[in-house]
Structures are given as C-alpha cells and as structure tokens.
C-alpha cells in the first residue's frame, strides 16, 4: 500500500539548516507531486509548498521563498525538503504528503517529523 | 491569499448526533477544488474529502461535503467514537494552497 516515510526528529540551533526526507513505497513516485506541510505545537497545518518529482518544479508559500529548497532523488523515490536560516517560529511537526497532480490535494501523508529549534 | 475561516471552534457533541462544520472562504474557491481533513492526536492528517463532495477511499458515508462558491459543510451524520478529532478544510484550487484554523469535535 502507499507509504511516505519520513526521516527522524532533529534538533537545531537558530541560524542553521535542517533537511527533511520523505521515501515512498507503494506507487509509481514520478506520477504524484510531493508537498510539505508543517504544523507547530498545537496549531493548525500550514501549506509549505510543492514539488514535481518528474519535472522538479516546484512553488513555495511566499513567505519561505528564499529559506526553502524542495528537491527529490528519483532513483531513490525519496523526496527532501531543506529549510535554512532556522529560528524559533521553524520548530514544527513537518509532514510530507502525496499530491494529486495539478490539484494538490493530499491523498497519503508520512508521519511527521519534529524538527526543534532551540539554542 | 484565499483566507479560510472554519466554524465553530469546538463543537461538543455525543456520540450518535450530528455534527455540522463550516468552512467560508475569503473569495471563491476555483472548480470547487475544497477538501477536508481529519487529525487526530499524535497522528498525520487524513483526507476525507475532496472536490467539495467526493469522499476519499474508505471514508464511510456517513460523511458528507456541500457548498460551492465561498461556503463549505462538512456533515458528519451520526457521530461514531472514532469520529472525534479535529477537522480541516484546504481550498487548492489557487496558490498557495492554503489551510483553514481547524475545528475540533469532541465528546460532551
């Protein structure tokens, strides 16, 4: 069945970096776009962006743009999401989840990964 | 930004009743494109709706999506134990996709 598996929880200091991994299993990876979504402590989801693992085209809210990267390795059917210049407001629960093509609606989400940043 | 207001906050309910949730958009959501989503503690959101009335594989009928335009129902018809977690409307149809606050269900 689909599967996103995400890599483990990490903790930051302000100013660095982190990288997020999403591998899928269960489907063909190419034929679904990625999109990422955080969620911090007892607060709502908040869209990050998407990308094309075909195509690598990717958008991003307009607030992350210049501090996110969205990426994916095909021949390893993992998708990753790097965000840098981290502060306090970055500490979240990060989900990646399968998108519907041109629609980006999620249909199969990973399971989170906790991503604190703390000095 | 299409802004989404979900209402109410916290609907109290027992289990066997139905529960209503709105979803109203700051303007209208392009081809209908408005899903909603279940999350519960500790775990991933889970879709449940998409296209304002399509429900997702395996989601039991007693869930219901309407509306159109700008004002969007999520029905739940007769509440299970299992139902009770909080609930998310996401327009798609225009970037960047966005969320609305979330409105949580529980047991009165």
Request: with cysteine; proline share 4%; aromatic share 12%.
């Amino acid at each position: 069945q689909v599967q996103l598996v995400q890599s483990g929880a990490e903790v930051k200091k302000p100013g660095a970096s982190v990288r997020v991994s999403c591998e899928a299993f269960g489907y063909t990876f190419t034929t679904y776009d990625v999109c990422w979504v955080r969620q911090a402590t007892g607060q709502g989801l908040e869209w990050m962006g998407w990308m094309n693992p075909n195509s690598g085209n990717t958008n991003y809210l307009p607030k992350l743009r210049g501090r996110v990267t969205m990426t994916s390795d095909t021949s390893k059917n993992t998708a990753y999401m790097e965000l840098s210049s981290l502060t306090s407001e970055d500490t979240a629960l990060y989900f990646c989840a399968r998108c519907i093509r041109n629609e980006l609606f999620s249909d199969s989400w990973g399971q989170g990964t906790l991503v604190t940043v703390s000095s | 930004e299409i802004v989404l207001t979900q209402s109410p906050g916290t609907l109290s309910l027992s289990p066997g009743e139905r529960a209503t949730l709105s979803c109203r958009a700051s303007q209208s959501v392009s081809s209908n494109y408005l899903a909603w989503y279940q999350q519960k503690p500790g775990q991933a959101p889970r879709l449940l709706i998409y296209g304002v009335f399509n429900r997702a594989t395996a989601i039991p009928d007693r869930f219901t999506g309407s509306g159109s335009g700008t004002d969007f129902t999520l029905t739940i018809s007769r509440l299970e134990p299992e139902d009770f977690a909080v609930y998310y409307c996401q327009q798609y149809g225009r970037s960047p996709r966005t969320f609305g606050q979330g409105t949580k269900v529980e047991i009165k």
